[in-house]
């Protein structure tokens, strides 16, 4: 770099740095010279490298929800994503979508062979889209049953982006570390890539929902089955979902069966966390990778632990759920692509306790050290609601028929159904009776 002169070309030089906490900035140099055979040259060397690099995308599929989060995807990205994308030379494919399963339906269909990536804008629940819609098209060419819990899925291989722009954006903050749309799309530029991993959840050996975040009954099912109907909140339907479903504080009855993972490194008591390059995830995938190799490991009756009784919340995360509300997430330890699924069993307590459980998720405290409070590393389970879903009447009539008073469980709060329903990624699951277990890799995500 030397000072300008009059008869120099300048040529600008675009590059990524580093600012705080895990947020990323596009900064620039500019290169003057009077030379312009030396300069073009040094433009082709400095493009021949990136070349050679491979793993940038040069050509994406784009979807943006315009009602996501508050409503800024369109903005977001036409301002702060696009211009980066021109820069870095991607060709898009932009589709706004139009309504809701429009991402996921398109991506079910489309052929993908001619782009290198597929980016959400949105949140967790235009990510789940996204994936699901690449899951199901890939199962579908290798002609997999997704109906059958015990089939072996393929793994796709695109890679999928997301631009933060939805409520919780729980998946983009615990892959990046932070929801910055910049940040976001300098990781998809560059090319970095972080696998993640997916359940499976069916219902009566019926294929119902992938999960890639949180799986949660009781108290996560409810927060959102309320704040569905009060979407135009934005965000904070979630604050006050929240609020009124602490206040109702049901509990629900049922059995837990599960799998605890015992092959692989790690506990979700861990002080340490996933970060890039983890080796608790190294370690894991190369032992999965052996056991779909070898023959599949046959789990006999004596592995499943058994848990019964009343519980608040059912959590299975995949990964932390680290997210704004809950800087450690609700499972602090969990690794992001390790196979496994750390099951949260918060029991029956008082409204009192239940909040300091809560509470602990926006600080440092250990929200696990309660007498109330399980969390186990598992590989697969299943929940079995104590009355079955066609029963899942109104608790009154239970009262009266089963007790003949009102069940001390369910005060007389308006919310009367003795079922919960799940919360999976963001998205209601209606049964209550579910089968989850660890599937796959997700296709690598270009923003990791
Ligand atoms: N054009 C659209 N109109 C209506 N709904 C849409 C449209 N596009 C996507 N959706 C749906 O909007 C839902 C929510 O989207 P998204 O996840 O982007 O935002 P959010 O729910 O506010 O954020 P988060 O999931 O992070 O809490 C998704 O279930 C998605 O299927
Ligand atoms: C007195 C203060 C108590 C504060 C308690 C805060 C606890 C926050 C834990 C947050 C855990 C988020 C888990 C992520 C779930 C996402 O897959 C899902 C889709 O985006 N978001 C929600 O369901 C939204 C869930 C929102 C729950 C409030
Ligand atoms: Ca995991």
């Not at 340490?272 to 599949?296: F, H, I």
């Amino acid at each position: 770099k030397r000072l300008s002169r009059q008869e120099d070309v300048p040529r600008i030089l675009y590059y990524v740095q580093r600012s705080k906490e895990h947020h990323w900035c596009c900064a620039e140099v500019t290169f003057y010279c009077s030379d312009q055979l030396l300069c073009n040259q040094w433009v082709q060397a400095l493009q021949r490298r990136l070349d050679l690099q491979g793993v940038r995308p040069k050509n994406l599929l784009v979807f943006i929800n315009p009602f996501g989060g508050k409503q800024l995807g369109k903005h977001i990205y036409d301002k702060k994503v696009a211009p980066l994308f021109q820069l870095a030379s991607i060709t898009t494919e932009v589709i706004v979508t139009e309504h809701a399963n429009h991402a996921r339906d398109h991506l079910a269909e489309v052929d993908l062979r001619i782009y290198d990536g597929i980016v959400c804008v949105g949140g967790d629940g235009m990510f789940s889209e996204v994936i699901h819609g690449l899951i199901c098209q890939t199962q579908k060419i290798a002609g997999i049953d997704q109906n059958d819990p015990n089939s072996k899925l393929v793994a796709c291989s695109l890679r999928i982006g997301i631009i933060p722009a939805g409520s919780t954006d729980c998946i983009c903050y615990a892959t990046v570390g932070v929801n910055d749309p910049v940040t976001s799309a300098l990781h998809i530029i560059v090319g970095d890539s972080q696998p993640m991993d997916v359940s499976s959840v069916h219902h009566n050996n019926t294929f119902l929902k992938y999960s890639v975040s949180l799986l949660g009954y009781g108290f996560y099912g409810d927060v959102l089955k309320d704040s569905e109907n009060n979407r135009w909140m934005g965000p904070s339907r979630y604050d006050f979902s929240g609020f009124k479903t602490f206040l109702s504080h049901q509990c629900y009855e049922g059995t837990v069966l599960y799998l605890p993972a015992t092959e692989t490194l790690g506990n979700p008591r861990d002080e340490s966390r996933c970060t890039a390059g983890c080796y608790v995830c190294q370690y894991s995938g190369k032992l999965l990778d052996l056991s779909n190799n070898k023959q599949e490991l046959k789990h006999v009756e004596e592995d499943w632990k058994v848990v019964k009784g009343k519980f608040l919340a059912i959590n299975a995360a995949n990964m932390s759920c680290a997210c704004s509300k809950s800087p450690m997430g609700l499972s602090p330890a969990a690794h992001l692509a390790d196979g496994t699924i750390d099951l949260i069993l918060v029991r029956k307590c008082s409204r009192f306790n239940f909040l300091r459980h809560l509470i602990r998720h926006t600080n440092k405290d250990d929200q696990f050290d309660l007498a109330f409070v399980e969390v186990y590393r598992v590989k697969q389970f299943i929940f079995t609601p104590k009355y079955s879903e066609e029963d899942n009447i109104d608790i009154r009539d239970i009262g009266k028929n089963l007790f003949g008073q009102f069940c001390s469980d369910h005060p007389a709060c308006g919310c009367s159904q003795v079922n919960s329903n799940w919360n999976c990624d963001g998205e209601i699951i209606e049964h209550a009776a579910v089968e989850v277990r660890y599937v796959l890799f997700c296709c690598l995500e270009l923003s990791g």
